[in-house]
């Protein structure tokens, strides 16, 4: 199987920037942010038309995901360090020490551990694979998310 098509976040605006805080790193520990890109790369066979996917809609569905994380504080709600409540129309979060009360409108809390550029991508690869129209010719999806330009994680999974 050689063939793939490829989507790169940077050079086809599939990006988002978001807030949050890794707790299990010192330097990570601190709120901050980052502006994000997924890129994407689908094995597969072409179909009768010679498409593996039509780009229209796996860039929509890319987008989708992006707009939901896009400026917000993205919260590992499953983080066994951090704990999280909703009190009025805030989300609390106390852990190692800290205290942080954002409106809820600000946050994003996402079914993960940590927030780290492996786990997004684990999330989203997941988004992706429930929104993608079903098909026989995709065998394999790579998903990555990067940090910046450069630096970030990837995964490979078979379909």
């Not at 072409?46 to 569905?61: A, H, T, V």
């Amino acid at each position: 199987m050689n063939n793939y098509v490829v989507i790169d976040g940077w050079r086809s605006n599939i990006r988002f920037s978001s807030a949050h805080i890794i707790h299990e790193y010192e330097k990570c520990g601190r709120l901050h942010g980052h502006t994000y890109a997924i890129h994407v790369k689908i094995f597969g066979e072409p179909d009768e038309k010679g498409i593996i996917i039509d780009f229209s809609i796996l860039k929509k569905i890319l987008r989708d995901i992006t707009n939901d994380l896009d400026h917000k504080l993205l919260i590992p709600n499953k983080s066994k360090i951090l704990k999280i409540n909703k009190e009025k129309n805030n989300i609390l979060i106390k852990g190692l020490g800290k205290e942080f009360s954002i409106p809820e409108s600000d946050c994003f809390l996402l079914p993960i551990k940590s927030t780290s550029a492996e786990n997004l991508s684990d999330y989203i690869f997941n988004r992706l694979i429930k929104d993608l129209p079903v098909s026989n010719n995709i065998k394999k999806i790579e998903l990555g998310v990067d940090e910046g330009y450069g630096q970030g994680a990837r995964i490979l999974k078979d379909i």
